[in-house]
């Protein structure tokens, strides 16, 4: 107590009580707060069955099953048709099935809400085994099929059994998504296709932005290139649908690639991006940084010894 | 003797030649011996000085290599990612300048930075200027080219930032071109005057171009010379303090105290704008790519000082936009993009003259109010401030929506209501802070200072021991004027008249009723310091003698 008595009249001892203040709730609200990441761990924590390690070639058309029917059905219907709270989903596709699953939007934790991308809550092998239950028992061919030629999720470590046979799928992989990315050489085709018909949604880098009706367009720089694909394919929410005739395969190749090309590009400008936000960052950083440092300046260089009182 | 205080003899040698010939020693001296006082918030206008010169000097550079042309181009350059893009040659040379041009990257980001931190310094400086008073009389001209160079700063970032043809520019460019659709008759002529046809034709650039780097810098330097030399005049304004008055300037010499802190400061001014252009990215222009009419992207914003006029676009509702005999009048354009920065250019142009009408104060000040004795004025800097605030904040709606998660409808039905009640409550807030800033000055003033010493008398009651201030903040607190309220005098001419017939000649007519009700206003709360003087304080009687001063005060 003596330490504080001493110190509460020094001139920055307000500023430290505000800064502890500042602490004390910044770090306690995010302690207390729901984060979304604890409610999606529930809900894995639901879903998980005693998952099979990977490896197996063949579909395991009854674990597809098993999932539809505990996660799915209640609210989509055991064949699919939908109910007050879900859409119909009969004709909606695998690419559809596989784009909302496997970028952890299905299953929602709240159907009257967009969902934000997150961890999937199967893995790729029960993902699979999901649409081909799909395919065979709802959709029965109808919309379109998951697109196989651009690249899907990377390989996860834990999927497999020792590190050599992560590393050489790992190395396959690699290898087409390259093969996919490089396989587009028309800058222009892709940098057009997409400011014209993306970015006005989500955003000339990617980052996605805001919509009207309290929706929102997500950032799409996490997506792999087939799940960009799959969204074009079957327009979920309020995206619209570009068919095979209005962006043609090859077309949609050279836009992703222009996407994936942009976002790996290096900041030749400097270490500090400022996420790409650009403008309202820039001023932000302007005012907080630059000219706070120079007013600084200018009130330590006319500083003068103040009168005790 | 003299010897120690000699310059050498060559150097006297080449000092009388040039004294014989242009007589430089006397005014030099004068000079060279001006006062500056010595505060921080008088360097503010000289960030935008030194930024300025920044500017000046990357900008002759860019000029050297950027061509300002919208000839159709394909690149090939040494970005590969872009390598055989159909683009403009304005934007092809930015490019080469970014990667082809040694260290060409970095002036072109030290030149976007110090256009940011040029008028963000004029801002706060004329804050400054503003809350202190310093624009009274005699300085009204020199705020009416404050005004002007801001005005212009924001014109001259428009068009640079719109320069280089890429994708934020071109779009930048539209919303130019939609706010001048907006006027009424001659908006389709004045569109078609600037760009030489419809939009985006091929004559745009090179307008601006030669608008960015030969006229507004031309009118801009023009300014800023006539700002010095009426300044050099002038003197700076100062704080009250011992021995400053109307008369006498306290301060450092220009030289060598002035002229070294100031030197000085110059280079810890280009320090920060460097160090920021080598570490912080900004408008990359390479990833954005170039523009074309059919492209359009969400999250792209003008620069800072732009983003007012884009809140108030966003903000303003177009129900009120109408049709007269089939000709559309786009009431939600021409109000929130021309009306709204007019009114808020032309209220800072016209503030001097008001408040010198309102108060019938004709003095010259060279002393600056401290912004609490004059709390009407520091109101409506603050409800100025928030309106602009709330207006830059609306600019970047969409980024807030995103980031912070809000429904983007939310966003501007709030940004709606406080582009009204923000200001309100911020006058209000601000005057009352204001006023019982005055009365603690009052306080202190007669009682000093609380020392923090709790001592018990001999009756057993605790009172804590006021210590007499310094001199230097008694003469600050005693720079108020007693009584500064105009009411009295003025309102009862204006009564009087009513009853005998008698006009004093001030309060004649509307506008006479009109300030003496404006004086009114602004005056009417003003603790009155009449009588107080310094550690006269009664400290045992300290509560009820408080109230009774409390009492006068409220009764007026």
């Given at each position: 107590m003596k330490w504080i008595t001493a110190r509460r009249r020094h001139p920055l001892a307000g500023y430290v009580v505000v800064l502890l203040a500042l602490a004390v709730f910044g770090v306690g609200y995010a302690l207390v707060a729901p984060s979304a990441d604890r409610a999606e761990a529930q809900v894995m924590a639901a879903a998980q069955t005693g998952a099979e390690p990977a490896g197996g070639e063949t579909v395991d058309i009854a674990q597809g099953r098993d999932i539809w029917e505990r996660s799915?059905?209640?609210?989509?219907?055991l064949n699919g048709a939908g109910s007050d709270n879900a859409p119909d989903i009969t004709g909606a596709g695998g690419a559809a099935v596989d784009f909302q699953v496997s970028t952890g939007r299905m299953p929602s934790s709240n159907p009257d809400a967009q969902m934000p991308r997150k961890e999937p809550a199967w893995d790729r092998e029960e993902i699979d085994n999901l649409i081909a239950y799909y395919e065979q028992?709802?959709?029965?061919?109808?919309g379109p099929a998951v697109p196989e030629e651009p690249p899907g999720d990377e390989p996860v470590r834990s999927d497999y059994e020792d590190e050599d046979a992560y590393e050489e799928a790992k190395a396959s992989y690699d290898e087409a998504y390259d093969a996919y990315i490089n396989g587009a050489s028309d800058t222009q085709a892709g940098m057009q296709l997409y400011l014209a018909n993306c970015a006005h949604c989500h955003s000339w880098s990617g980052a996605g932005g805001g919509l009207t009706g309290g929706h929102w367009a997500p950032q799409i720089t996490d997506a792999t290139p087939r799940q960009l694909y799959e969204a074009m394919l079957t327009g979920p929410g309020q995206m619209p649908v570009f068919t095979e005739g209005t962006v043609t395969p090859d077309d949609k190749q050279e836009l992703i690639s222009y996407v994936k090309t942009l976002q790996a590009e290096p900041n030749a400008g400097g270490i500090f991006d400022l996420n790409r936000v650009g403008q309202v960052a820039e001023g932000f950083i302007a005012w907080t940084v630059g000219l706070t440092l120079i007013i600084a300046c200018a009130i330590w260089i006319t500083a003068k010894q103040r009168a005790h009182d | 003797m003299s010897t120690t205080t000699q310059a050498p003899k060559a150097l006297r040698g080449v000092g009388n030649w040039i004294d014989d010939r242009f007589h430089l020693a006397k005014t030099g001296e004068k000079n060279l011996r001006k006062v500056f006082p010595n505060h921080w918030s008088f360097m503010l206008g000289e960030i935008a000085l030194y930024s300025f010169i920044i500017l000046l000097v990357t900008g002759v550079f860019l000029t050297l290599w950027f061509n300002p042309s919208m000839a159709h181009t394909t690149y090939e350059g040494s970005y590969q990612r872009l390598n055989g893009v159909e683009m403009s040659e304005a934007y092809a040379s930015t490019l080469r300048i970014d990667f082809d041009v040694r260290g060409g990257f970095l002036v072109r980001q030290i030149h976007h930075w110090a256009a940011l931190i040029f008028v963000a310094s004029l801002v706060v400086h004329m804050l400054r200027v503003f809350f202190t008073g310093a624009f009274r009389k005699p300085r009204e001209i020199n705020w009416l080219i404050g005004v002007g160079i801001f005005t212009l700063a924001m014109l001259e970032g428009l068009f640079g930032y719109s320069l280089p043809d890429d994708l934020p520019s071109g779009m930048g460019v539209r919303i130019l071109q939609g706010v001048m659709l907006s006027l009424p008759v001659i908006g389709t002529y004045v569109s078609m005057f600037l760009f030489g046809g419809e939009f985006p034709g091929e004559d745009i650039i090179p307008r601006l171009y030669m608008l960015h780097i030969l006229l507004i810098p031309g009118i801009l330097l023009a300014l800023i010379v006539a700002h010095f030399m009426i300044l050099w005049h002038q003197k700076h304004t100062q704080y009250p303090g011992t021995g400053r008055s109307e008369k006498k300037v306290v301060g450092t010499p220009m030289f060598p105290g002035f002229a070294i802190k100031a030197g000085g400061f110059f280079f810890f001014v280009f320090a920060v704008i460097v160090a920021l252009s080598a570490f912080v990215q900004i408008n990359p222009i390479h990833l954005f790519g170039p523009f074309t009419p059919t492209a359009i992207t969400s999250g792209l914003q003008p620069d800072w000082y732009m983003g007012f006029m884009e809140g108030s676009l966003r903000i303003f509702p177009n129900w009120l936009d109408f049709q007269i005999f089939g000709y559309a009048v786009p009431i939600g354009v021409l109000v929130p993009g021309l009306v709204i920065p007019g009114l808020i250019f032309g209220g800072l142009a016209a503030w001097p003259f008001l408040e010198q009408w309102i108060t019938g104060d004709k003095r010259a000040h060279n002393v600056a109010d401290r912004p609490r004795n004059a709390p009407v004025r520091t109101a409506v800097g603050v409800a100025g401030v928030v309106f602009y605030g709330i207006l830059w904040l609306a600019g970047a709606n969409d980024i807030l929506s995103h980031t912070f998660s809000i429904s983007l409808y939310w966003t501007t039905y709030f940004f709606r209501v406080a582009a009204i009640a923000g200001p309100i409550i911020g006058f209000i807030v601000a005057k009352r802070i204001c006023l019982g800033l005055q009365r603690r000055d009052r306080e202190t003033l007669e009682h000093g200072y609380e020392s923090g010493t709790i001592q018990q008398l001999p009756s057993g009651e605790f009172i804590e021991v006021h210590k007499e201030s310094s001199q230097e903040t008694v003469h600050v607190l005693e720079s108020k004027a007693a009584v500064d309220r105009i009411d009295d005098e003025a309102i009862a001419s204006v009564e009087e008249s009513e009853s005998?017939?008698?006009?004093?000649p001030a309060a004649r007519g509307l506008k006479g009723k009109l300030r003496a009700k404006l004086a009114h206003w602004y005056t009417k709360d003003n603790v009155s310091f009449e009588g107080v003087e310094a550690h006269t304080g009664h400290h045992l009687h300290h509560g009820a003698g408080h109230e009774e001063h409390e009492e006068m005060a409220g009764s007026h």
């Open positions: 799915c059905a209640s609210c989509h219907g028992e709802i959709g029965q061919g109808a | 005998d017939g008698v006009e004093a």
